[in-house]
């Protein structure tokens, strides 16, 4: 691009030269009829000449400028349909800026065609910027008669039209409970039974947080990523990866109850404080017919695959000076994960739903036969002990990979991270793991998003779970540049354990 405007740049200077020559010899011909001709044949080439170059360029600029805009997946049209600048890839809103996470995840692919799509903010939101309330609620956790607020959010097919058009889906519900986590759902199923199409969510400078302040500001005017439906509906009910604290085990109290599931989960469906929540509990047994049921919050976190329950009990402080909460010492619990009552065609749950699902409302499969039965044939419960001591050992961390000043690094290679303990996973997140440009106290602008796992012993997967290993993902890094991860004190281990970073 730049050598063609070089050249188109040093034709101009020759037609101008030549339209200087021209004039020169018309005021010179003292009344000589040839060269008065001649004068106006140069001026008039000279004149076509300069057009044609300033036409060339006008193409080549317009041209590169699209090619550019692929690239760097940014679009700078701007139409009725379509926000302006919608920006991907030099985009803060995941990872660096607001935005935790959300689902399908960034180019995914292979997504089913009754999912949801899943929004989850470091922040609380003002709901009215991003819900069309319908019926006058307030909690906007009831229905999904609310639908989403297309001036601040857009789904569509892409590649959009020739023309920059898009056409961008409105028959959408939306809810959420904490004005964090926002789930829309699509009444009519997306893309085709015959070809894969990608789709872009788009959310806009018209988002605000709680208090008013507007979310994006300066460069970052929005935040869009895309993803791949495939041909597929979703049937199968989700199941249990992994459970800590493992059955028949004995745990210190202050551990915390983790459900990692194989696939993501539905937040409306598995996060909420108990009492009032009940489609997950934690209670004592062999205490008689009383409600038993601890108190706490069931949080869903690691790209919505990983619920965790933490009490309201306190009972100590961690080495970093943070307050550590406990389940009943030396008490016999039970755990207990329900299925969700069905739909008369299953595996679907019915909603508002008193059991967990998918994301695409597939009940939980509790007993692993692959089928969805509903509650109480899939409801899934475990017993552990718990004693009256309390673990206080600070997790560390074991390798990572790129290694420290490692090079030849490849551009999508994702950073990984062992812990040497089991790992609380909601404190695996983009607050306490940053990303950035060495040298640069500008937080990189890029989208990086996070998910962890146990490592698990195939030969002894009930007890062989010691490690957690933690993948950033992340666009693209930029040749011969050298970036710093940083893991704060905020991560925790499964005992709400401070991780305490070396001094170097």
């Not at 790992?423 to 500008?442: A, F, H, R």
Request: glycine share 8%; charged share 20%.
């Amino acid at each position: 691009a730049k050598i063609i405007k070089v050249i188109l740049g040093f034709l101009g200077i020759i037609a101008l030269v030549l339209v200087i020559y021209a004039g020169f010899m018309w005021m010179t011909a003292a009344g000589n009829p040839d060269q008065i001709t001649k004068a106006k044949n140069i001026l008039v080439a000279a004149a076509i000449g300069l057009i044609i170059i300033l036409l060339s360029y006008a193409i080549v600029t317009y041209v590169m400028s699209r090619l550019l805009e692929s690239l760097n997946n940014q679009s700078n049209t701007v139409s009725s349909n379509k926000p302006s600048n919608i920006g991907t890839r030099f985009s803060s809103g995941l990872g660096s800026g607001i935005i935790e996470s959300h689902y399908p995840a960034r180019n995914a692919k292979g997504v089913f065609r009754n999912t949801k799509i899943i929004i989850t903010f470091k922040e609380e939101i003002d709901a009215k910027t991003l819900i069309l309330d319908s019926n006058n609620n307030t909690v906007f956790g009831d229905s999904y008669t609310d639908k989403i607020a297309t001036t601040t959010i857009k789904i569509y097919k892409t590649p959009v039209s020739a023309s920059g058009e898009i056409d961008p889906l409105t028959d959408v519900g939306i809810v959420t409970r904490d004005f964090k986590t926002f789930i829309l759902k699509p009444v009519l199923l997306l893309g085709s039974p015959t070809t894969s199409e990608s789709y872009t969510v788009v959310i806009g400078k018209d988002l605000k947080k709680k208090d008013g302040e507007t979310v994006f500001g300066g460069i970052a005017t929005n935040y869009s990523w895309k993803f791949e439906v495939s041909t597929l509906v979703d049937n199968t009910p989700p199941q249990i990866l992994n459970i800590i604290p493992i059955p028949d085990s004995t745990e210190p109290m202050n551990v915390v109850v983790q459900i990692n599931f194989n696939e993501a989960i539905d937040p409306l469906s598995a996060s909420g404080f108990v009492p009032g929540f009940d489609n997950l509990k934690i209670r004592k047994v062999d205490v008689g017919p009383v409600d038993t049921s601890v108190s706490g919050n069931f949080n869903i976190s690691n790209q919505y695959q990983t619920i965790e329950f933490v009490t309201q009990e306190k009972c100590g402080t961690n080495s970093c000076g943070e307050e550590i909460f406990c389940l009943p010492g030396g008490a016999k619990l039970e755990a207990l994960v329900k299925a969700d009552t069905l739909e008369e065609l299953g595996p679907l749950g019915k909603f508002p739903y008193d059991g967990v699902v998918d994301m695409a409302g597939n009940s939980f499969d509790g007993n692993k036969d692959g089928k969805a039965s509903g509650q109480p044939d899939d409801n899934f419960a475990w017993q552990f002990t718990t004693t009256n001591v309390i673990d206080l050992s600070s997790p560390q961390i074991v390798s990572t990979d790129p290694p420290k000043d490692g090079s030849g690094v490849k551009l999508d290679q994702p950073v990984q991270i062992i812990f040497n303990k089991k790992m609380m996973m909601s404190s695996l997140n983009t607050k306490n793991i940053q990303l950035n440009v060495s040298g640069s106290d500008d937080v990189w602008g890029k989208a990086f998003w996070i998910n962890s796992k146990l490592i698990v012993n195939n030969a002894s997967p009930d007890t062989g779970i010691s490690q957690t290993k933690t993948s950033i993902n992340h666009d693209d890094f930029e040749n011969n540049t050298t970036y710093s991860t940083y893991v704060l004190s905020g991560i925790k281990d499964i005992y709400q354990n401070c991780y305490i970073p070396p001094v170097q």
